[in-house]
């Protein structure tokens, strides 16, 4: 048995509110959500990180979270829909998709409290670069 809790969710060895399901992808309810109809959308298979998902599964994922988002801005008409990656809570990874009332349901704290500030211009073109290079 997995100790993984959202392969064990998958297994349905442990509840959780489903919503969707396919092949590749399983969607849920957010046990702490936060605005209701806050969901989650993970692969079916494990993995840590989103960036390590097999293409497949990357899709199945992102087009499951895609139609989340639309019947979640249909029920509940929010100003926008948001989606996230964030994952340090679980070890196996996961698309939040919420509706988001307001900027503060769904950003960085640093943006919150005014800390963060505009990159400088010559470390925003080095990192450009950075990603070009590997992107190449
Ligand atoms: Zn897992």
Known sequence: MSDCIFCRIVAGTIPSIRICEDAHAL?????????PGHALVIP???????????????????RMAQRVGRAIGAEWRPPKVGM????FDVAHAHVHVLPLLTMSD??????LDGSLKAGAMDELKRNGEQLRARLA
């Open 27 to 35: 969607a849920f309810m957010d046990i702490r959500p936060i605005q």
């Open 44 to 62: 079916k298979q494990h993995v840590v990180n989103v960036i390590d998902m097999e293409p497949a599964d990357y899709d199945g994922v992102m």
């Open 84 to 87: 996230a990656v964030i994952g």
């Open 106 to 111: 769904l950003t960085s704290a640093r943006l």
